[in-house]
T-cell receptor, first 120, second 113 residues
């Protein structure tokens, strides 16, 4: 079974509007972290935002926020006030085994990605 | 600039040739990783090194070997390249001081013909 699922291969949004990119995850580990990365056409991986499974508040970083719904195992990325420069591939990723004695060794599992296109 | 350096950035190989992808980090990170990125499949872990002197298989290790030469360097070797290994390869490193302290290299685009 897929551990990270991004069901939107492509998304379109008008400049200055908000957009939500979906991510669902599957884990039985109580201690995990969820990440979003941006990959522009130049290819580098840019870290956007992180949510720990025990964090009480949803993570926010500037125009990025993570809508964390633990019971539904979803970690959607919300980009407010989209800009042309937001056009890129976006990856959701998970790291399991954050707790004491965890043996994930920091391995990240990635989703398939969502290509976001921002229209002027 | 501190970060993860990958060489080469681009490479074309013929089927059956061998090559080594180099990765070096100067952030004193303990853990290092090799991923491959294929269209529609995201990034998949090939091998990782939790600390200097240790390496272990990830999700897709077949056809690859790795060496953690020292704390800084983690290389990925293709002994006999196959067209199925055409991909973009990313090296990453991680600090233990932060749950989200990962740094990725800029990638190596490998084509096997």
């Amino acid at each position: 079974a897929q551990k990270i699922t991004q069901t939107q291969p492509g998304m379109f949004v008008q400049e200055k509007e908000a957009v939500t990119l979906d991510c669902t995850y599957d884990t039985s580990d109580p201690s995990y972290g969820l990440f979003w990365y941006k990959q522009p056409s130049s290819g580098e991986m840019i870290f956007l935002i992180y949510q720990g499974s025990y964090d009480q508040q949803n993570a926010t970083e500037g125009r990025y926020s993570l809508n964390f719904q633990k019971a539904r195992k979803s970690a959607n990325l919300v980009i407010s006030a989209s800009q042309l420069g937001d056009s890129a591939m976006y990856f959701c990723a998970m790291r399991e085994g954050l707790g004491a004695g965890g043996t994930s060794y920091g391995k990240l599992t990635f989703g398939q990605g969502t290509i976001l296109t921002v229209h002027p | 600039n501190a970060g993860v350096t990958q060489t080469p950035k681009f490479q074309v190989l013929k089927t059956g040739q061998s090559m080594t992808l180099q990765c070096a980090q100067d952030m004193n990170h303990n853990s290092m990783y090799w991923y491959r990125q294929d269209p529609g499949m995201g990034l998949r872990l090939i091998y990782y090194s939790a600390s200097e002197g240790t390496t272990d298989k990830g999700e897709v290790p077949n056809g690859y070997n790795v060496s953690r030469l020292n704390k800084r360097e983690f290389s990925l070797r293709l002994e006999s390249a196959a067209p199925s290994q055409t991909s973009v390869y990313f090296c990453a490193s991680r600090t233990r001081d932060s749950e989200y302290g990962y740094t990725f290299g800029s990638g190596t685009r490998l084509t096997v013909v």
